[in-house]
């Protein structure tokens, strides 16, 4: 049981930065960004790519951070040049990158148990917290920039931007490259984590990073104190809770994804409903209470 | 000040619903005065408003602001010249961001926005100076999210927010429509004395002909893309306005 929380802890970072990067397009941008199921793998694929042609761990995920961001570049480019929809964007970016991966190493899953990784003689729980707290610093400190603010500004309203003088899609493209970059060096380091890259990584990737901003949107919901970068990790690690416990009580790993979206399904209906929920129970208490005292 | 020259704009091109709204259309609007455009819907008041602002390209003809050409600008090139105050309480203000988050944005208005911090707290008194002006006690409120605020509160940061660095020309987008009657007296009252103050040029589009009469100095009437009307606000009564308002509406039934 110990050593299901540790995994789940440490898998629960990984998605962490998952989750960060998400929150730039999906929360702060207010774009539905699914090229990320792309660029998941993309990013372990690159890592492999540099690891096995001799690169260190560190300057493979680096890289893997910084092609993730082109990616996220194609999509900004479909989106806004193109005036695709961005939904659509993401799902063609995505499927480009399908074969993107292929290419990369000519295959579709690759060992890396023979190459030296990030986790190599360190705690992985310890490593990965420093990692993400770096990332979520960095994060917090950016949005507090004028252009972080005007960032959060083009999601919130583009008008406002425009009449500041300011050109709202450069905007949009910066976060949906961060978000990509910070979604790719999250599968590096899955990659790393787990010992191989594999095609299906990616699929319903968005959900688990869905999944994490919506349980951390839970927690003390109207409160401003607590930032949206510390409710999306928070939120990827008691996903990660949730999922561990789930198949260590014996659920067939073949509905996992499916029990993925009932997370996801129970979380927003309790964030949309909560105050009936609440109502309910308050009532169903107060009756029991009542026919017990009569 | 603003002059705009044989200005051309049809919507629906090329399909069987194409309407030409204007057509060889000329205006002056004169410096530091209050111009009001009224019309009945269709007449082509917001689509003007939207052309001087760029969020509509015209297809032909020049707009002139002092002496250049503003007509052929993005419309955040021409933000450097404009305030506008719109009609939705919403599309003024970043809603999950702070009073004072916001009126830092409007600070930096068409300046370069980089990795410095974006609230500084040298500027705050000076924020403070401004909302005590509007008495509306948002000067005790600056962290508080603009989306917790009423319809004429964010109304009223809007304007601070678009006058905040004087703009040479203002644009009033109807911007009391939302409003109460109440809320909307306030107000307009607030923007008479951030236009007076600082002298601002402003045009202002109004379906409340009092307010129009009451607010403005010189009342411009729209119909179908043409002037059919222009005068000093003091030269006219809202009953000789709502007269002609009232022919134009019949003649449009009977015709």
Known sequence: ?294 | MLKINNLSKSFNKETDHEIQLFKNFNLEIQKNKCTAIIGSNGCGKSTLLNMIAGSIILDDGEIMLEDKNIGRLTEEKRSVHIGRVYQNPSMGVSPSLTILENMSLADKKSERFTLKRLVKKNRIPEYIKLLKELDLGLENQLNTQVKYLSGGQRQSLSLVMATMKLPDLLLLDEHTAALDPKTSFVVMEKTKEVIERHNITTIMISHNMKDAIDYSDRIVMLDKGKVILDKDSKDITEAELMEIYRMRISRDIAS
């Open chain 1, 1 to 294: 049981m110990n050593s299901l929380i540790i995994t789940s802890l440490e898998q629960g970072l990984i998605f962490g930065i998952l989750a960060l990067g998400v929150l730039l397009t999906y929360k702060i941008l207010d774009i539905a960004d699914l090229s990320v199921e792309g660029t998941f793998p993309f990013g372990a694929f690159i890592f492999a790519k540099f690891i096995s042609s001799g690169m260190d761990p560190i300057t493979s995920s680096l890289l893997a951070f910084v092609l993730g961001t082109l990616a996220g570049l194609l999509t900004a480019t479909l989106f806004i040049k193109l005036k695709i929809k961005p939904i659509l964007a993401g799902i063609l970016t995505m499927t480009i990158l399908y074969s993107v991966n292929l290419r990369t190493n000519g295959k579709a899953n690759i060992g890396l148990f023979d190459f030296p990784s990030i986790f190599d003689n360190v705690n992985k729980l310890l490593l990965l917290f420093i990692i993400v707290i770096v990332i979520k610093v960095l994060m917090d400190l950016f949005l507090k920039t004028e252009s972080g603010y005007l960032l959060i500004a083009t999601g919130d309203n583009e008008a406002l931007v425009r009449s500041l003088g300011q050109n709202s899609n450069k905007y949009k493209i910066i976060g949906l490259m961060l978000a990509n970059g910070l979604v790719a060096l999250s599968g590096a380091l899955m990659a790393q984590y787990q010992g191989f890259a594999d095609m299906t990584m990616g699929s319903g990737i968005i959900v688990i990073a869905l999944a994490s901003i919506i349980i951390g949107d839970t927690v003390k919901k109207s409160s401003n104190k607590i930032k949206n970068t510390t409710r999306a990790i928070f939120g990827a690690m008691v996903y990660k809770i949730i999922g561990g416990i789930a198949i260590d009580l014996g659920l067939n790993n073949h509905d996992l994804k499916a029990v993925n979206a009932l997370i996801v399904i129970s979380f927003i209906f309790y964030n949309n409903n909560s105050s009936k929920i609440k109502r309910f129970f308050k009532n169903l208490f107060k009756k029991e209470r009542g026919e017990m005292n009569a």
